[in-house]
T-cell receptor, first 115, second 114 residues
Framework: GDSVTQMEGPVTLSEEAFLTINCTYT??????LFWYVQYPGEGLQLLLK?????DKGSNKGFEATYRKETTSFHLEKGSVQVSDSAVYFC??????????????FGKGTKLTVNP | DGGITQSPKYLFRKEGQNVTLSCEQN?????MYWYRQDPGQGLRLIYY???????QKGDIAEGYSVSREKKESFPLTVTSAQKNPTAFYLC?????????????FGPGTRLTVL
């Protein structure tokens, strides 16, 4: 079935450092791709999305580009802040044969940013 | 403010007891979802409902039950048949099932079985 693989965490950075969180996927067809963020003690929030190859999703300084050739959707931010500390989930929209559409999530990557 | 509320935030249960987790939304969304989150794992879909009075099993429905009698409410019951119920439970909604990939999440309920 469809799946998402994220880099293992936790990731610890200093403020203003560059962030990359790797995400690769396996899917039939052409899924949409998402990054969700979960701040401590809260539910998930949609951070950004891309619906087709070469699309770039961006929000709050975060970016990710849908790369069909490498089946990847890596999350990047040029300068992280302490307030970016959270767990980040990569996800794809799955349309399995004989089943209903659903979101498939990666395991999450915990990011801690130190001042 | 529109949003999703889940209660309680923390819940403790003795083995063999059923327990019901509340989920309410005032976003006027048709579709609602229940997920389970375990440490170091992604979210797994338990049940979903596309519309009032309808619901479908997700990937890990065994030991759980739901109802959808009102549009704004989608309670989840964790039954004694669920062998390992200790987890973080998240409720979500989307405008309709065709918008399933843009879901809004509640703050979650952490269930601990004693």
């Amino acid at each position: 079935g469809d799946s998402v693989t994220q880099m293992e965490g936790p990731v610890t950075l200093s403020e203003e450092a560059f962030l990359t969180i790797n995400c690769t996927y396996t899917a039939t067809g052409y899924p949409s791709l998402f990054w969700y963020v979960q701040y401590p003690g809260e539910g998930l929030q949609l951070l950004l999305k891309a619906t087709k190859a070469d699309d770039k999703g961006s929000n709050k300084g975060f970016e990710a580009t849908y790369r069909k050739e490498t089946t990847s959707f890596h999350l990047e931010k040029g300068s992280v802040q302490v307030s970016d500390s959270a767990v980040y989930f990569c996800a794809l929209s799955s349309r399995p044969q004989g089943g209903s559409e659903k979101l498939v999530f990666g395991k999450g990557t915990k990011l801690t940013v130190n001042p | 403010d529109g949003g999703i509320t889940q209660s309680p935030k923390y819940l403790f249960r003795k083995e063999g007891q059923n327990v019901t987790l509340s989920c309410e939304q005032n976003l006027n969304h048709d579709a609602m979802y229940w997920y389970r989150q375990d440490p170091g794992q992604g979210l797994r879909l338990i049940y979903y409902s596309q519309i009032v009075n309808d619901f479908q099993k997700g990937d890990i429905a065994e030991g759980y039950s739901v109802s959808r009698e009102k549009k704004e409410s989608f309670p989840l019951t964790v039954t004694s048949a669920q062998k390992n119920p200790t987890a973080f439970y998240l409720c979500a909604s989307s405008a309709d099932f065709y918008s399933y990939n843009e879901q809004f999440f509640g703050p979650g309920t952490r269930l601990t079985v004693l």
